[in-house]
């Protein structure tokens, strides 16, 4: 089994992007640990405070997010920061050569009955000229990635990363401390009988995705002519994997529930980074409206529609908008 710095080395990989992202793993680790301890660890309840979305942020949510701030920050390798948890971009090193935005704990309403939960990272090139202040800098097109990733801290803590050249499984030892390469080259197969949506929505829907899931429900009897099964674990990073492990499609679709927030998931640190995951095992990402790493960003904090998984079902989905 080969460890993690070597797999990057065999790809290619530069040396200060390699030492970035052994950076991020650094953090991930010790929030894999806080997780583990559960109550034991004393940062399972909720802070007083909201994030700038107005959802009530976990202590564990507030841990994991100063964990990775500040080993980043204090790196050098990083010109700014941008986090789910952060209302505005964290400036660092104005010579750093790297961003980052991420999701620190993904899922976390899945914290208290410990189910799956993770964090969820993208790197890009930092623009030169641009002050380290400056959120600008984060505007940039998911294809501009460098490096995507995400940490699920389930029974095992798996690492699913690319940089380009295909999505790989790594196993944290917890022993050792050591990310090991445990699946090169992750597939998603074409085709799947399974579909992950928030089906309490429903009615919330526009008419093409609720005509599309309509018939999947409708299995044999509908015009799909066979049974679809339905999973949903309520955390993007535990329903993408699944998507990556065994194929499937995941939605969180436009909805009017309430229409000041037509969507769900953030473009920077949710879409974009698994996007990357996808598309580079042969699956895909995409709006209603077209390839959601081609998404010009207009803010650190958007949020967008996301259709992905198994690629046959993805274009079966959007032949209904047509
Ligand atoms: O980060 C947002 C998130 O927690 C995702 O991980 C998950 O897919 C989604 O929200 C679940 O939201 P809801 O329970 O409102 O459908
Ligand atoms: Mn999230």
């Known amino acids: 089994m080969q460890r993690l710095a070597p797999a990057l080395r065999a790809d290619n990989v530069n040396l200060d992007l390699i030492s970035l992202i052994k950076t991020v793993l650094a953090a ?143 196993t944290l030892d917890k022993t050792h401390g050591s990310y090991m390469l445990t699946e090169k080259n992750v597939q998603i197969s074409e085709d799947t009988s399974e579909f992950a949506v928030n089906m309490s929505n429903q009615r919330f829907w526009q008419q093409p995705m609720q005509n599309y899931i309509g018939d999947l429900v409708k299995g044999s009897d509908g015009p799909r002519e066979r049974n679809f099964n339905m999973r949903w674990i309520a955390a993007m990073v535990g329903d993408v994997h699944r998507v990556l492990t065994r194929g499937g499609f995941f939605t969180y679709p436009a909805d009017n529930k309430s229409p000041e927030k037509p969507y769900k998931l953030r473009l920077m640190y949710e879409a974009n980074p698994m996007s990357f995951l996808v598309e580079q095992a042969g699956g895909l990402s995409v709006t209603s409206e077209g390839r959601i790493m081609e998404i010009e960003p207009t803010d650190i904090h958007q949020r967008v529609e996301v259709i992905l998984g198994s690629k046959n079902e993805v274009e079966k989905c959007l032949s209904y908008y047509k």
């Open 28 to 170: 991930t680790k010790e929030i894999s640990f806080r997780v583990g301890q559960g109550a034991l660890s004393g940062v399972m309840g909720s802070t007083l405070d909201e994030n700038i979305q107005g959802e009530v942020q976990k202590e564990l949510d507030v841990v994991a997010n100063q964990l990775l701030k500040d080993i980043l920050l204090e790196s050098g390798f990083v010109k700014a920061i941008s986090s789910e948890e952060e209302d505005t971009s964290v400036a660092g090193n104005q010579n750093g050569k790297y961003i980052v935005s991420f999701d620190p704990l993904d899922g976390s309403s899945n914290i208290e009955i410990n189910s799956l939960i993770g964090t969820i990272f993208s790197i890009m090139e930092a623009p030169e000229g641009m002050d380290a202040a400056d959120p600008d800098m984060f505007k940039q097109q998911g294809t501009k990635q460098v490096c995507a990733g995400y940490v699920l801290y389930g029974p095992a803590t798996i690492l699913a990363m690319t940089t380009g050249k295909g999505t790989h499984f790594y």
